[in-house]
């Protein structure tokens, strides 16, 4: 770690506060000014070119420290993770979320993931598989050749179902449509609704401003509240995820119907905004890097040999899992993670008060020069076993660390590799000329226009089941 002495500007001692160096200013001050940056990534990226591996700056009266180094980042999320619950901003998707695992804290977090955890244990991984692959055969078979599709919601579409099939065993069809719309609309004013104060009493009021996030809300709880409602019904004993919550909640009063309702909101959220981000950025950095695009799919045909992957070929898709690694890299679905202190900490050389938030970003940190030279350059060789071991460990991220790591890991990698091999093996995406592409961090890092793009039929052999058509190859 970095001392202070190590950094240009002195840093700020407050009564026995040691505070790193950062803006002078209060950015509240800034912003008034309208000084505030387009997004918060210019913001990190600015504390990070001027200030290296720790800075201060106050937003109003609160301390927050930005961080950007592996020895800080590991304190934070792993050493002294009991010193840290969430912080505001993921407070405030409580306005969407409610509860559930990503928003909970201690004795209700832990409970939570104990009653998930059995659906996510490697045996279960393996069954589903096939939903997965059964899900993007489905959505490979509507394309057409040549035409042009939103890449980024067909995503969306693909992971929504996948979660509602494996997680939920919910059969969602038409209603992916809806509550994927429904989601957008939430995220379309996600920034406005963080950034206003007490905008959890202004959604409560209803205010005319915000009566569409009232709306969509309600209709995300009207799909939820129906599944959950067909699960008892049918008395189902799938095992899965949704199984497991209903017989962890066996009461019916109004307080366990919300955390239900708040449990399944968190895991389709959780669960399909992010692969289905990463999924696009694949295949725009794909269409953008031919000798890699030709190396994907050539791995493709050679492992696959024209039949539908399934869990057994996931380890030798390598290349697959080494392109979507790299994607992740460049554009991390989850691009920050914020703490905030319980008590005073020490991190470092620098001791800071109860309260303080602190931030880190892992769009920030996976493009730094230190530890990814030439980061801008799309490489999926960065991510060879013998390239990943000389790493030092939380330079790279992107499902976080600590006992918040993403619960869905080991599943997300899964489908990743599935989907864009089934997809891959049948297709080729281009992006289409002229469109602009640029990521938009909202909860998750999203791309801000969409990502248009030409579907190309490639000549790969697949051994097709019979009666299937063949699109026309050009
Ligand atoms: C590419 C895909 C994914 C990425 C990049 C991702 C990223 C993350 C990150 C960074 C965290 C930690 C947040 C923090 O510590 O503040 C997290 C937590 C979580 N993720 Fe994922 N995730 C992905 C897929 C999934 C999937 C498929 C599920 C399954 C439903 C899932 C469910 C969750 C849950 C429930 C948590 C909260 C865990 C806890 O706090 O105990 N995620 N995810």
């Known amino acids: 770690m970095a001392t202070a002495a190590q950094n240009d500007v002195p840093a700020g001692t407050r009564g026995s506060y040691h505070f790193p160096p950062g803006f002078e200013r209060n950015l509240l001050w800034m912003a008034l000014r309208r000084l505030r940056p387009a997004n918060p990534i210019v913001l990190f990226q600015q504390l990070a070119r001027d200030y290296g591996e720790i800075a201060h700056y106050k937003l109003a009266w609160n301390h927050i420290i930005f961080l950007n180094h592996p020895d800080y980042i590991r304190e934070v999320l792993v050493v002294q993770n009991d010193n840290f619950t969430k912080e505001r901003t993921v407070q405030r998707t409580k306005m969407l979320l409610g509860e559930g695992m990503i928003t909970s804290e201690g004795a209700q977090h832990r409970q939570q993931r104990q009653v998930a955890q059995p659906a996510f244990h490697r045996q279960r991984i393996p069954e589903y598989a096939s939903a997965m692959v059964d899900e993007a055969v489905r959505m490979r078979e509507s394309w057409r050749d040549g035409e042009e599709r939103d890449i980024a919601i067909d995503m969306m579409h693909l992971t929504l179902n996948v979660v ?194 602190v931030l880190i970003s892992q769009f920030v940190t996976h493009r730094d020069p230190r530890y990814f030279p030439d980061p801008l350059r799309f490489d999926p060789e960065r991510f060879t076993p013998e390239a990943k071991a000389r790493r030092a460990k939380f330079t790279y991220f992107p499902f976080g660390a600590g006992f918040r790591q993403c619960i869905g890991e080991s599943f997300a990698w899964m489908e990743g590799v599935l989907l864009l091999a089934t997809l891959g093996q049948k297709w080729k995406l281009a992006l289409v000329p002229g469109h602009q592409v640029e990521p938009e961090p909202l909860i998750t890092l999203r791309p801000k226009y969409g990502m248009h793009m030409r579907i190309e039929a490639r000549q790969s052999a697949i051994n097709e089941p019979p009666g299937t058509i063949r699109p026309h190859v050009a």
């Not at 095992?239 to 209903?246: A, P, Q, V």
């Not at 008590?343 to 309260?355: C, E, I, N, R, V």
Request: net charge neutral.
């Open 164 to 357: 509602a099939r494996t997680l939920l065993a919910t059969d969602l069809r038409e209603e992916a449509r809806e509550l994927a719309d429904a989601i957008n609309r939430i995220m379309g004013l996600y920034n406005f609704l963080v950034m206003l104060p007490a905008a959890e009493w202004l959604v409560h009021a209803r205010p005319p401003g915000l009566a569409a996030f009232v709306r969509a809300r309600k209709r995300i709880d009207a799909v939820v509240y129906r599944m959950i409602e067909a699960h008892r019904r049918e008395r189902s004993d799938s095992g899965s995820l949704l199984d497991l919550m209903l017989a962890a909640a066996p009461e019916h009063t109004p307080a366990s119907e919300q955390s239900l309702r708040d449990q399944v909101i968190t895991i389709f959220l959780a669960g399909y905004e992010t692969v289905a981000n990463a999924l696009s950025w694949t295949w725009y950095l794909l269409s953008q890097n031919p000798a890699c695009e030709r190396h994907f799919h050539a791995e493709i045909d050679r492992e696959l040999q024209g039949k539908h992957p399934s869990f057994e070929d996931v380890p030798r898709l390598r290349y697959v899992e080494m392109v979507l690694a790299e994607s992740m890299r460049l554009y991390p679905p989850a691009w920050a993670m914020g703490r905030r202190a319980r008590h005073d900490f020490q991190l470092g050389d620098f001791f800071l008060p109860a309260k303080t938030t």
